[in-house]
């Protein structure tokens, strides 16, 4: 091995300085706190009021395409593709969350922008006039009385397409107040296609279109339970992420859903839908996503990426490949063969779908069926995913690597760094392996109680893989400038994880690392609060949410397989209800209706 000063390092040693300056000496954090494991239901706890929600951006694109397939199947496709464009007015909801980077969920996002009420302003006028001309499009819809030349027939056409579409876009049965209130921009008879197209498009910016308008049965202060269309549109957008279809409508409108029998028939049924497994793609996308993971195409090129690469290309889909294993390993074990949440944590096959992916673990690309199994022996489960190993450069991260398994899979909190903490990666030595630059750099004083303790070792069990995620027994040390080899670096795996934070147990590799997580009570108890979150939109609170985060919880304490887990969640109480405000006061939120 060789070895030769690394002059290029020297600018990080001012970092190191301010880190120890800035959170060091008696108010040093020492450490993440401990976060619970176990939640104990309190019946007697109310959960906070919901705010009122807002459809998320996708939720928002599934309701107008349905509602566009509802009111016109012969041009649905025409039209959606030729509103396509409109969408991009809408903004991307925020990813919002205990941490910007980590484990955040966009359904939390509530922030309402100028841009969300202008986007949605001209979608809902485009599907209005798209569904109102040519003529054969609005006789589709509102009957031949639409388009006839007898005007005698108008108003009642006008009534019955409010009541007909109403019905849908609202989500509940349309009251004779309603049809009075939507027909208002039509003026008095007769009506023609610009008229229907204003209708239309007051319609779909109702409040009760745009946002889960829930007040609940009545009756049962501080909490009561969702009425039986609140109820489908909880299950539908829940599990389907748009709105109830004709079925589950209809079981509302019978009442089937407040009875137990009618409830789970429906819940069965939506669970089969394919759509599921789409929105429960969202939850693991958005849990599991790794944010930091940039562009593994990004230094393609560069002396130094291109000899640590040695032969291997990286494409600009690359990352989304990446991504997409991770999301398609917990599909996986949720549908295709039914598996617990420890099965997706210690798995050993690879759900790499494309060649540029399957190369790197060297095993074939899955094509669906049974999927090829690693076979190294170090890759060992989804810490060991090239998501969660690959950094775009050539240099791996161990501070991000432990960093997200502290955050997203742990659910522990771990204090803010210093405001002028190092912002960027260390650099690659070459003299050095990436683990001793990164002890150099965070080793002392309060840098030492965060890195030292609960961040660093997470990430060095898995330094013996390589940025891009391959496994390697050694680590290569390169010329930055020209990427010359000039030595090599032991690989030193072997640390204290600290998963619970008072075990001191050593781990020598990613398996031990994996090993010690799967025993733990905490992924579990993270991934409840998880499923909480992208299930209410909202943060948990961990006493007056208890009961909903002790279901889920006991649901993988049991074992059950992962479909179970996220069905449980729809059996729940809290599920099923809505509370009002701390006191116990009941406030019905009819401002918005009109
Ligand atoms: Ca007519």
């Known amino acids: 091995m060789t070895r030769r000063p690394w002059p290029w390092l020297l600018g990080l040693g001012a970092l190191t300085g301010a880190c120890t300056g ?9 450490g993440p706190g401990g976060t619970p494991t176990s939640f104990a239901c309190d019946a007697d706890q109310v959960p906070a009021a919901l705010p009122l929600r807002r459809l998320s951006h996708l939720q928002y694109r599934n309701t107008m395409a349905d509602l566009v397939r509802f009111a016109s199947p012969s041009a649905a496709v025409e039209i959606l593709g030729a509103i396509e464009p409109l969408f991009a007015q809408l903004p991307n909801d925020q990813r919002v969350g205990p941490d910007k980077h980590y484990a955040g969920f966009t359904r939390l996002d509530q922030a309402l922008q100028q841009q969300h009420v202008d986007g949605a302003y001209h979608v809902a006028g485009a599907i209005g006039a798209a569904l109102s001309a040519p003529p054969s499009r609005l006789a589709e819809l509102a009957g031949a009385c639409a388009t006839d030349a007898d005007a005698a027939n108008d108003d ?4 019955d397409m409010i009541r007909k579409f109403g019905e849908r876009a609202l989500r509940r049965p349309v009251t004779d107040e309603d049809v009075a209130f939507y027909r208002g921009p039509a003026g008095a008879a007769p009506f023609d296609a610009a008229d229907y197209a204003d209708v239309i498009a007051l319609l779909l910016n109702a409040p009760h279109t745009l946002y889960f308008v829930e007040h609940g049965q009545e009756g049962s202060d501080p909490t009561a339970p969702l009425d039986a269309y609140e ?17 589950l409508f209809a079981a509302a409108q019978r009442g089937d859903l407040l009875t137990e029998a009618g409830y789970a028939a429906e819940v069965e049924r939506i669970w089969s839908d394919p759509r599921t497994r789409e929105a429960m793609g969202e939850l693991f996308g958005q849990w599991l996503d790794n944010t930091t993971l940039e562009e ?5 090129g560069t002396p130094l990426f291109d000899a640590f690469a040695a032969g ?5 889909d690359l990352r989304e490949h990446m991504l997409a294993e991770v999301t398609d390993a917990a599909l996986y074990y949720t549908f295709e063969n039914p598996g617990t949440f420890h099965d997706l944590l210690t798995s050993r096959k690879s759900f790499a779908r494309t060649e540029d992916l399957a190369a790197l673990y060297k095993v074939p690309a899955w094509s669906g ?9 170090e890759r060992v489960g989804l810490l060991t995913r090239a998501a969660y190993l690959a950094t775009g450069s ?3 991260r161990p501070i991000m690597k432990g960093v997200f398994i502290r955050k997203a899979l742990l659910c522990d909190e771990i204090p803010p760094p210093p405001p002028n903490a190092a912002a960027n990666p260390p650099q690659l030595s070459d003299t050095l392996s990436t683990r001793e630059v990164v002890e150099e750099l965070t080793g002392n004083g309060a840098c030492a109680a965060c890195h030292g303790v609960s961040i660093n070792p997470l990430g060095f069990a898995t330094e013996n893989f390589d940025s891009l995620g391959r496994v390697r027994t050694e680590q290569t040390l390169f010329d930055p400038e020209t990427g010359q080899v000039v030595g090599t670096a032991p690989i030193d795996t072997s640390a204290v994880p600290r998963v619970e934070l008072d075990d001191q147990q050593v781990a020598q590799s990613a398996a031990d690392l994996t090993n010690l997580i799967a025993a733990s009570e905490k992924p579990y108890a993270c991934f409840a609060r998880q499923y909480f979150r992208f299930t209410f939109g909202r943060l948990e609170d961990l006493d007056r949410d208890s009961c909903a985060l002790a279901d889920v919880k006991l649901a993988l304490d049991e074992g059950k397989p992962m479909a179970d887990v996220l069905r449980s969640i ?17 406030r019905t939120p009819t401002q918005v209706d009109d």
């Not at 800035?22 to 020492?30: M, R, V």
């Not at 593994?296 to 393609?300: C, E, I, M, S, T």
């Not at 059996?571 to 405000?581: D, H, P, Q, V």
Request: hydrophobic share 30%; net charge negative.
């Open 156 to 159: 009642a056409c006008l009534d």
């Open 296 to 300: 593994l195409d990004a230094r393609v």
């Open 312 to 316: 291997y290309t990286p494409g600009p």
């Open 570 to 586: 729809a059996r729940s109480k809290a599920f099923r209800m809505r509370s009002f405000e701390g006191d116990g006061a009941r």
């Open 394 to 396: 050539a240099n791996t």
């Open 231 to 247: 109820l489908a549109s909880r299950l539908s957008y829940h599990f389907w992420q748009t709105l109830p279809d004709e079925q």
């Open 22 to 30: 800035i959170i060091g000496g008696e108010d040093a954090p020492d």
């Open 369 to 377: 069926g049974e999927p090829p199994d690693f076979t190294e022996p």
